[in-house]
Structures are given as C-alpha cells and as structure tokens.
C-alpha cells in the first residue's frame, strides 16, 4: 500500500452499521469450511485415521475456548458485557447437570474411538495445531477486550458447518455413533446467540474507517488461525 492509498483509508468516511456488518460477514469467503480438508470431510473423503486426528486436534481448541473467554473478561471494564460473556464459559466448562461443550466433545471423540485418556492426554496434538491455538489465546490476553470479542465473530459462519455435519456424517462416516455428534447440535443455536452478542460490540466500538478496517484485519487474523490448523492436521493426516 503506497503512502497516498494509506491517506485515502484514514480519511475514508466510517461505514454505516449495514454495511460495516456486510464487510465483516463477507469474510466469511475465507472461512475454513472451504478448506480442502473440510470439503473432503464433508464428501465423506476422510479415513478413519484423518477423522481421529481432527477430532483429537479440535479438542485442543475445545479446551482453551473457555480460557481464551475468561482473557476477555479479564480485561472488560464493563460489567454488563462481564455478564453476557460469563454464558460462554459455562456452555463450555458446563455447570451442575450441563456437562457443557468440552465434555460434548470428548464424547465424539469416543464415538470415532479415541478413548477419553487419550484424548484429554492431548498427545495427538501436532506443533501446527497446538501453535495456532495458542497465538489465538495469547492474542486475546493481550488485545483490548473489544478486539478479542471482534475476533469471535467467525462464529458467524459456524452454523452452516455444523448443520453440514451433522447431515452428511450419519451418511458418509456410519461407523461413528450418532449420539456423540449432540457438540454440533447445541453449538447452532449457542452460536447464533453468541454473533448477536459479539456483533452487536464490534458494531458499537468499531465506528472509524480506521476501527472498521481494523476489525476486519482481526477477523481474518482468526480465519487464518483456524485456516492454520486445518493445513497442519492435513499435513500430518494424508
């Protein structure tokens, strides 16, 4: 970008909310459900081998999900956003009779046959994977706590990857027990929930051109994370 480009951008008028909300959900162009190993998954391409490795490496990302929240809230001044966010520890951690989403997990992982020792032992993780996951981490420890939550927003795009599992698994993969896909049931409508929340924060910070394109630099920051981790497990599951 050369000097005179950069001067148009910082001078360029803020985008109302619409449009500012297209930018940010055409984004979704990028997202990891079109990486190739996705798209093979989805064809019901993968062997036995490739699912296990996917589902043992994603459960490294299951599990700091609910630290990566707790970062956030760490750093929030303000309590009624304290309060709404809290919910996404617990969908994940669960609470009383919830068992919540990292449990959910591990369940899938015994329906492809990873026992609960193996999974949680996290020695299926590969250096890729368990580098991406930590940067995302780090990235919201260290941000302002409006940039961690603009970062959440690929959530956006996760209800169409889960609905694809769950109807092209039982089809393509029946050797996994269908009771262990309930992750990808209960993440559709926690997620849908969740984007209304998170949206609702960028729109109201992000209100510059500079904040606007800002926000969409870290957006693709965590679409290139989770891009990131798909390169790596498909690397190590050929």
Same mark, same amino acid.
């Given at each position: 970008?050369?000097?005179?480009?950069?001067?148009?951008?910082? =001078?360029?008028?803020?985008?109302?909310?619409?449009? @500012?909300?297209?930018?940010?959900?055409?984004?979704?162009? +990028?997202?990891? !459900?079109?990486? /190739?190993?996705? =798209?093979?998954?989805?064809?019901?391409?993968?062997?036995?081998?490739?699912?296990? +490795?996917?589902?043992?490496?994603?459960?490294?990302?299951?599990? !700091?999900? /609910?630290?990566?929240?707790?970062? !956030?809230?760490?750093?929030?001044?303000?309590?009624?956003?304290?309060?709404?966010?809290?919910?996404?520890?617990?969908?994940?951690?669960? $609470?009383?009779?919830?068992? +919540?989403?990292?449990?959910?997990?591990?369940?899938?992982?015994?329906?492809? +046959?990873?026992?609960?020792?193996?999974? $949680?032992?996290?020695?299926? =993780?590969?250096?890729?994977?368990?580098?991406?996951?930590?940067?995302?981490?780090? @990235?919201?420890?260290?941000?302002?706590?409006?940039?961690?939550?603009?970062?959440?927003?690929?959530?956006?795009?996760?209800?169409? !990857?889960?609905?694809?599992?769950?109807?092209?698994? /039982?089809?393509?993969?029946?050797?996994?027990?269908?009771?262990?896909?309930?992750?990808?049931?209960?993440?559709?409508?926690?997620?849908?929930?969740? =984007?209304?929340?998170?949206?609702?924060?960028?729109?109201?910070?992000?209100?510059?051109?500079?904040?606007?394109?800002?926000?969409?630099?870290?957006?693709?920051?965590?679409?290139?994370?989770?891009?990131?981790?798909?390169?790596?497990?498909?690397?190590?599951?050929?």
């Amino acid at each position: 970008m050369n000097a005179n480009t950069k001067e148009a951008t910082a =001078v360029a008028a803020p985008w109302d909310r619409t449009e @500012f909300e297209a930018q940010l959900r055409a984004k979704g162009a +990028g997202y990891h !459900i079109h990486h /190739p190993f996705n =798209v093979k998954m989805t064809n019901g391409e993968l062997t036995h081998e490739q699912i296990r +490795g996917w589902v043992a490496n994603r459960f490294y990302y299951q599990i !700091i999900i /609910p630290q990566k929240d707790g970062a !956030i809230i760490s750093n929030c001044d303000d309590r009624e956003t304290r309060r709404k966010w809290v919910l996404r520890i617990l969908d994940h951690d669960g $609470w009383e009779d919830n068992e +919540g989403g990292i449990e959910a997990w591990t369940a899938l992982g015994k329906a492809v +046959g990873i026992s609960r020792e193996d999974l $949680w032992s996290l020695k299926f =993780v590969v250096p890729g994977v368990r580098f991406a996951v930590d940067a995302y981490l780090n @990235f919201a420890r260290r941000s302002p706590w409006q940039e961690a939550v603009c970062s959440s927003l690929t959530e956006m795009f996760a209800p169409k !990857i889960h609905k694809d599992r769950l109807a092209n698994w /039982p089809q393509h993969y029946p050797w996994i027990e269908t009771t262990g896909l309930q992750y990808f049931r209960s993440r559709i409508s926690l997620a849908e929930r969740d =984007v209304e929340h998170g949206l609702a924060v960028t729109l109201d910070h992000f209100t510059t051109r500079v904040q606007q394109d800002r926000a969409l630099d870290i957006l693709q920051l965590k679409l290139d994370i989770l891009w990131s981790m798909l390169d790596a497990i498909d690397k190590a599951y050929p």
